[in-house]
């Protein structure tokens, strides 16, 4: 709908994103930092998100299938891009044509794109997350036998802890490396750049500490917040001492109050864990969330705020390492369920 203004918004800091992107590639021991923009930018706008990087002088772009591949081959001038689910069948026509690369992952990705006379790709080895790439004990020479593979990548599994996983998966990508010959390397996701440059090899590939997620112990205080969705208020009204709020009654009113209805609810991200643990902010002031979320719904207790009216924006508490606590959800959780009934801004 051509100039409609939605009651929602995400109020996104590019400033935060680029100092984010700068202190990881400063950590992480590598010559290059790329960055992973799937599920549409971690739920921001792939395409911002490309654009800034792409400015701020990043080269190296990751999405997880040709979906995604396809709404961003405009902006692929002048870097590498990488789709890492690698290629079907289905696949193969797109990917034949697109300036991005597959991410192959599987003995059939492998014969699949050989048969076809597929050119420049990536290669993803398995070292012990028993997901997506080629078991690191296959005869990887003979499988990587003419292939043209600009990347080689494999995926730690718990490096936000401390875990002997780690240094196993460290040791043997090594042992790969020694054994497949590729253009670069690449292993360290976000909490992989946190553990020192022994991680990083060529590139590293972070992801959520790029949007303001804190992936590792260390980052936390070098990391800047990204996202804060904000929403309109659609009535302010008064409860009674006594009245409950919301669906099944969860919240019953111990004081005459004043609460506010704001425009956002589980279907736009905000999940029903947030209910009566969420918060709204004004100007600083915590404004409780009251009952259930519901769909499309929020009650805030506005009491401490009689200036707020109808139409007026409050900004949803959303520091993603205190809203993860606070929620029972993940960080990626939080930002990858963001919905599409936002206006994204950049500021």
Known sequence: MTGYIA????????DALLSNWRWLARQGGAPAC????????YGLGAAGVMQLLKQAGCRDFFVSNWGEAAALEAQMDGVNFAVLHGVRDEDMAQALASRARPVLCTPGQVARWKAAG???????????????????????????????????????ASADEDSELNPMQLARFRQVRAVVSAQRYSLANSAGICMGPDYGFDLTRPGIALYGGVPHRDAAGHL??????????????????GDTIGYNATHRAERDMEIAILNIGYADGYLRGFSGRGTALVDGVRLPVLGR??????????????????????????????????????QYELLTGLGKRFDRVWA
């Open 7 to 14: 009651p929602l918004r995400l109020r996104l800091d590019g």
């Open 34 to 41: 790329g960055a992973a923009i799937k599920a549409d930018g």
């Open 118 to 156: 597929g050119g420049a790709c990536d290669l993803m080895i398995d070292t012990g997350m028993n997901r997506l790439g080629l078991d690191w004990r296959a005869d990887l020479g003979e499988l990587a036998a003419g292939l043209e593979i600009v990347t080689l990548l494999s995926h730690l």
């Open 224 to 241: 800047r917040q990204v996202v804060q969705p904000q929403a309109q208020i659609l009535q302010r009204r008064s409860v009674i001492a």
């Open 293 to 330: 979320v519901s769909m499309d719904l929020l009650a805030v207790d506005v009491g401490a705020r009689p200036d707020v009216a109808e139409s007026d924006w409050l900004t949803i508490d959303y520091a993603l390492p205190a809203a993860a606590q606070a929620s029972g959800l993940s």
